[in-house]
């Protein structure tokens, strides 16, 4: 990866990783309707940032879930073995069902797996962007934001770690220079 910083996007199956990528590149990615397409890592080069698209995580309605846990153990172990050429990951949320599916994970006293990836990359050492993406589709986007950021460990408001957390709309555009300049400045290309 000589000459190109590494950014990661991490997230369940269809929270929006591959049309992100289109959304901050401009260019197509293989992508789906359907979970569990991408089957390994796809990259994107933009300027000197690689984009990588990793495949997704946690339940994917019509896989087994052998199939699930398999491909969680593949992307650990993949972060693992390429911990230091990552400069920045994304872990890439969908705002508006996040909530819900905590909720399912916790009533089983189980920690839900995105908040299980945030603490990894952060064991890793990997740094991290949390990125809420389809926030259009959120109605109280402080109140949201405040608990996705709680659930992660970031306390209220979430305005404090703008930084850190970004909410964006691959699908509109919403947010999304935002992003670009978050992901600059996390890279030293500002």
């Given at each position: 990866m000589v000459g190109f910083k590494a950014v990661y996007l991490?997230?369940?199956?269809?929270v929006g990783k591959s049309a992100l990528i289109r959304a901050l590149t401009g260019k197509r990615i293989l992508?789906?309707?359907r979970p569990g397409v991408t089957k390994r890592p796809s990259c994107v080069e933009s300027g000197v940032i690689r984009y990588v698209d990793m495949p997704g995580f946690g339940f994917m309605s019509g896989v087994s879930r052998r199939f699930s846990e398999a491909a969680k153990t593949g992307i650990v172990r993949h972060l693992e073995r390429n911990k230091e050429a990552i400069d920045l990951a994304l872990l890439v949320l969908d705002a508006k069902a996040f909530l819900q599916i905590c909720s399912r994970w916790e009533a089983?006293?189980?920690?839900?797996?995105?908040?299980?990836f945030h603490d990894f990359l952060a064991e890793l050492?990997?740094?991290?962007?949390?990125?809420?993406?389809?926030?259009?589709?959120?109605?109280?986007?402080?109140?949201?934001?405040?608990?996705?950021?709680?659930?992660?460990?970031?306390?209220p408001p979430w305005r404090q770690w703008r930084?850190?957390?970004?909410?964006?709309?691959?699908?509109t555009g919403q947010g999304i220079p935002d992003l670009r300049y978050a992901i600059s400045r996390r890279l030293g290309l500002l």
């Open positions: 991490l997230g369940r199956s269809n992508s789906g309707r089983r006293n189980e920690v839900p797996v995105d908040i299980e050492g990997i740094p991290t962007l949390v990125v809420a993406n389809k926030i259009d589709k959120v109605q109280d986007v402080d109140a949201t934001l405040d608990a996705i950021g709680d659930r992660l460990g970031y306390l930084d850190t957390i970004l909410p964006v709309s691959a699908k």
